[in-house]
């Protein structure tokens, strides 16, 4: 199983819509989440950490379901700017920071 | 707003010669990230640099790769011997937190012929 799975999509959506990413990671032990936009060819930019208690930052909303070992990112009210490949970042733990990407989800937003 | 720069842009080499990529990352930053990404590819995690060490290194990580801070500003990548499969956008990071938010920069494009 791979350590950090992403439905690499793409999301194709209007303006306006509301769309939902999950990432699930298989090592229990993982101790941070981070979610990070990349447009294309640029570095990732942090977009949120996400927090055990779920935390919103604007239109955006990350959750973190340890149970089911996943986090998901909620964007409501696209933009078009908000066109990107959005990349989940689990810390795996075990008593050392390893941070590992996944492949991303492209997310296009159209008018 | 304090960012990381990263020189050359864009590194064209031949097979087999040596190339340092040099960053500079964010200065009251204590710990450093190399990571790369092959087109079309994930983002890879290559190496985690504290207090003048490597902290963690991963399997790409290997012989052929090196990290320096050669003074209190820069932080450099060294590939000894050049492969084909090195062909990729390499990135540093740097983090004030050693699990904490990392901020990366532009990326240096290596092409390795």
């Known amino acids: 199983r791979k350590e950090v799975e992403q439905d690499p999509g793409p999301f194709n959506v209007p303006e306006g819509a509301t769309v939902a990413f999950n990432c699930t990671y298989s090592n229990s032990a993982s101790q941070s989440f981070f979610w990070y936009r990349q447009d294309c060819r640029k570095e990732p930019k942090l977009l949120m950490s996400v927090y055990s208690s779920g935390n919103e930052d604007g239109r955006f909303t990350a959750q973190l379901n340890r149970a089911s070992q996943y986090i998901s990112l909620l964007i409501r009210d696209s933009k078009l700017s908000d066109s990107a490949t959005y990349l989940c970042?689990?810390?795996?733990?075990?008593?050392?920071?390893?941070?590992?990407f996944g492949r991303g989800t492209s997310l296009i937003v159209h008018p | 707003e304090p960012e990381v720069t990263q020189t050359p842009s864009h590194q064209v080499t031949q097979m087999g010669q040596e190339v340092i990529l040099r960053c500079v990352p964010i200065?009251?930053?204590?710990?450093f990230y190399w990571y790369r990404q092959i087109l079309g590819q994930k983002v890879e995690f290559l190496v985690s640099f504290y207090n003048n060490e490597i902290s963690e290194k991963s399997e790409i990580f290997d012989d052929q790769f090196s990290v320096e801070r050669p003074d209190g500003s820069n932080f450099t990548l060294k590939i000894r011997s050049t492969k084909l499969e090195d062909s990729a956008m390499y990135f540093c990071?740097?983090?004030?937190?050693?699990?904490?938010?990392?901020?990366f920069g532009p990326g240096t494009r290596l092409t390795v012929l």
């Open positions: 990071a740097s983090s004030d937190q050693l699990a904490g938010v990392k901020f």
């Open positions: 200065s009251n930053h204590l710990y």
């Open positions: 970042v689990v810390n795996i733990g075990g008593g050392s920071y390893i941070p590992t």
